[in-house]
């Protein structure tokens, strides 16, 4: 099992930056992978914002490339999702997904606002 926290949301301005962070319990260094999701303000999915592989490789969403950055502290189990020059549609409730072995485990989130 799995247990999973999300923190660092709040209201932002637009431009503005935000740093999220996601403890897992256990060794995220054990990981097949994790990643950042985001369901919009209307609650719609808008799917994988950012992702690492057990082997560091990232990929992330065409809207978010060259502003977000994910990375982990293997020694502290967390993942981390810096976010700069952040837009209105970037707002939403961004959660964090892991893969162990198959088994998917997720948070509660955390709320993004950006505005104005």
């Known amino acids: 099992q799995v247990h999973i926290m999300e923190s660092g949301g709040g209201l932002v301005q637009p431009g503005g930056s935000l740093r999220l962070s996601c403890v897992v319990s256990g060794s995220i260094a054990s990981l097949h992978s994790m990643g950042w999701h985001r369901w919009s303000p209307s609650g719609e999915a808008r799917g994988l914002v950012a992702g690492m592989a057990q082997n560091g490789d990232t990929n992330y969403a065409a809207s978010v490339k060259g502003r ?47 505005s104005s």
């Not at 999702?81 to 948070?107: I, K, T």
């Open 68 to 114: 977000f950055t994910v990375s982990r502290d293997n020694a502290k189990n967390t993942l981390f999702l810096q976010m700069e020059s952040l837009q209105p549609e970037d707002a939403g409730l961004y959660y964090c997904l892991a893969n162990s072995g198959g088994q998917y485990y997720w948070g509660q989130g955390t709320q993004v606002t950006v």
